[in-house]
C-alpha cells in the first residue's frame, strides 16, 4: 500500500508540474516580443538600430499650397525639384493619421468650471465640454503629422526575400554588436548630422519649417507607433521624471 500511494503522489507531483512550465514558457516567449523591433536604443536624439545603422527624425510643418498664389506655387515646385536632385541617399516620409486627443482640453475646461462660482456659467462650461467631445467622437478627427526619416547605413540594405529570412534567424542583439556599435557612434554621428543640414537647409529653402526631435521625443514617437491603444490610456513619464526613477534605481 505504501508504494502505490507514493507512486500515485509522485504523479500527481509530475501531472502539477507540468502545466506550470508550459506557462512560464509561454511567458517568456510574449516577454521577448521586442527582439523583432529593428532598433536596439534611443540616445543623442538618435535611433540605433540592431544592424548598426542610425536614423533620425525630422518633424515637418506642413503649409497650405492651395491657399498660395500661381506664382509661389511654382516657386515652391522649383524648389522641391532643387532640393531632391541635391540629395544622394534615400530618405522616408511618412505621414502619420491619429485620432486628436482632446482630454487635456476637456480636463483644463472642468477645471476651470470648478473654479467658478455662479451656478449658471459653471452649467454652461461643463455644457460646451460635453459638446466638443460629441463632435469629436461623431466626426471622429484625425490629425495628420509629417515626418521624414534621414538614414545612415555603413552597409548598403538588402531586400532580397532570402536575405531577409537570414536576418530574422539573427535578430538577437550581443554584447559583440553593441560595442561594435559604441565604437562607431561618434564617427557616425557627425556622417548623419551632415546629412540633417542638407535637408533642413533644403526644405527651409521652399518654406518648410523643420524640427529633429529629441530623445524623449523619439521615444514618445515609437512608443505612440507600437502601442497604439496603450498610449491613450497610458502616458509615457517626462524625462526629468525619468532620470529621478534611474538615478533611485
Not at 509561454?26 to 548598426?52: C, H, M, W
Not at 531586400?159 to 538577437?172: E, G
Not at 533642413?200 to 505612440?224: D, F, P, S, V
Amino acid at each position: 500500500m505504501t508504494k502505490e500511494k507514493t507512486a500515485k503522489e509522485g504523479k500527481k507531483t509530475t501531472g502539477k508540474r507540468t502545466p506550470d512550465t508550459v506557462r512560464s514558457r509561454k511567458r517568456g516567449k510574449l516577454a521577448n516580443t521586442q527582439r523583432y523591433i529593428p532598433f536596439s536604443e534611443i540616445r543623442n536624439d538618435t535611433v540605433i538600430l540592431k544592424n548598426g545603422g542610425l536614423r533620425a527624425v525630422l518633424r515637418i510643418e506642413p503649409l497650405n499650397f492651395n491657399l498660395k498664389s500661381e506664382t509661389e506655387q511654382q516657386g515652391i515646385i522649383a524648389g522641391y525639384e532643387s532640393f531632391i536632385n541635391t540629395i544622394n541617399f534615400p530618405v522616408q516620409i511618412i505621414i502619420r493619421s491619429t485620432k486628436v486627443n482632446i482630454e487635456p482640453y476637456l480636463g483644463k475646461i472642468h477645471a476651470q468650471a470648478e473654479q467658478l462660482s455662479g451656478g449658471l456659467m459653471k452649467e454652461q462650461t461643463l455644457a460646451y465640454a460635453t459638446f466638443i467631445q460629441k463632435i469629436v467622437e461623431v466626426a471622429d478627427i484625425m490629425q495628420k503629422e509629417f515626418y521624414i526619416v534621414i538614414p545612415l547605413d555603413d552597409t548598403p540594405q538588402k531586400t532580397s526575400v532570402f536575405h531577409q529570412f537570414f536576418a530574422w534567424l539573427n535578430i538577437d542583439d550581443t554584447l559583440s554588436k553593441a560595442l561594435q556599435r559604441n565604437r562607431r557612434f561618434t564617427n557616425q554621428l557627425t556622417r548623419l548630422k551632415e546629412r540633417i543640414d542638407l535637408i533642413e537647409t533644403g526644405l527651409n529653402n521652399i518654406g518648410l519649417a523643420t524640427k529633429q526631435l529629441k530623445t524623449m521625443e523619439l521615444i514618445r514617437l515609437y512608443y505612440r507607433t507600437y502601442n497604439p491603444g496603450t498610449s491613450q490610456a497610458q502616458k509615457l513619464a517626462n524625462e526629468q521624471e525619468l532620470n529621478t526613477e534611474q538615478s533611485v534605481l
